[in-house]
T-cell receptor, first 111, second 117 residues
Framework: GESVGLHLPTLSVQEGDNSIINCAYS??????FIWYKQESGKGPQFIID?????DKRQGQRVTVLLNKTVKHLSLQIAATQPGDSAVYFC??????????FGAGTTVTVRA | GAGVSQSPSNKVTEKGKDVELRCDPI?????LYWYRQSLGQGLEFLIY????????KSGLPSDRFSAERTGGSVSTLTIQRTQQEDSAVYLC???????????????FGQGTRLTVV
C-alpha cells in the first residue's frame, strides 16, 4: 500500500553539526510534502514544505530536498541547536487533502 | 486565540464510558482534520471536514467513533463505549483550504491525551 516512511527512528547529533533526516515515500502521484517538528507534549509544528515541481527549498536553517526519481525526501538542519531536539515527521499529500505521516525520527542534540 | 485549541488537554476515563473531545480551529480555516497518535507512533488520519461536511470519514476505526462540525468552526470527536486501545493523543488540525494547495499548510493543536482505564 502507499506509505510514507523514515529511514531511521533515531538520530543523535552534536550541537553545531548539520543534521540530515531522511524519508522515503511510495506514492509517485504525491505532489506535496511537508516536514513537521513535534516537541514533547505538543502538537506537530510546520517546518517547511515542497511541491513536486521543485527539488529543493530553503528556509531558515532548514533545507528540504526532493528526489522524485527514487521517491526520497530529506530535511537538512544547519548548525543544529539544543532546541532542535524533537521528533520530525515527513508527510505526504494524498488525495489533495489527506496528509499521510511517517513514523517519525527522534533527533537528540548532544551538547 | 491565534492557534488551534483543543480541550480537554488530558482525559482519563473508565472503560465503557463515552468521551467528547473538542477542537476550536483557527478562525477562517475551512478545513479541519482529526488525527490519532499512539505512543511513539506517527499520526493516523481519522476524518476530514471541509466546512460542516465530512467528505472523508475513512479513517474512523470503528462505529464507536463519530465527529461533527457545526457552523464551519468547532468540531467534536465522540468516542462511545471507550476501550483501552482507544488510549492515545487525539490531534486536531486546521488549514485555510485543503492541505496541498499553496499556503494551506495544516496547523495542529496540542492534542488531547486520552487514557482509558
Amino acid at each position: 500500500g502507499e506509505s510514507v516512511g523514515l529511514h531511521l527512528p533515531t538520530l543523535s547529533v552534536q550541537e553545531g553539526d548539520n543534521s540530515i533526516i531522511n524519508c522515503a515515500y511510495s506514492n509517485s502521484a504525491s505532489d506535496y510534502f511537508i516536514w513537521y517538528k513535534q516537541e514533547s507534549g505538543k502538537g506537530p509544528q510546520f517546518i517547511i514544505d515542497i511541491r513536486s515541481n521543485m527539488d529543493k527549498r530553503q528556509g531558515q536553517r532548514v533545507t528540504v530536498l526532493l528526489n522524485k526519481t527514487v521517491k526520497h525526501l530529506s530535511l537538512q538542519i544547519a548548525a543544529t541547536q539544543p532546541g532542535d531536539s524533537a521528533v520530525y515527521f515527513c508527510a505526504e499529500n494524498k488525495d489533495d487533502y489527506k496528509l499521510s505521516f511517517g513514523a517519525g525520527t527522534t533527533v537528540t542534540v548532544r551538547a | 486565540g491565534a492557534g488551534v485549541s483543543q480541550s480537554p488537554s488530558n482525559k482519563v476515563t473508565e472503560k465503557g464510558k463515552d468521551v467528547e473531545l473538542r477542537c476550536d480551529p483557527i478562525s477562517g480555516h475551512t478545513a479541519l482534520y482529526w488525527y490519532r497518535q499512539s505512543l511513539g507512533q506517527g499520526l493516523e488520519f481519522l476524518i476530514y471536514f471541509q466546512g460542516n461536511s465530512a467528505p472523508d470519514k475513512s479513517g474512523l476505526p470503528s462505529d464507536r467513533f463519530s465527529a461533527e462540525r457545526t457552523g464551519g468552526s468547532v468540531s467534536t470527536l465522540t468516542i462511545q463505549r471507550t476501550q483501552q486501545e482507544d488510549s492515545a493523543v487525539y490531534l486536531c488540525a486546521s488549514s485555510l483550504g485543503s492541505a496541498g494547495a499553496v499556503g494551506t499548510e495544516a496547523f495542529f493543536g496540542q492534542g488531547t491525551r486520552l487514557t482509558v482505564v
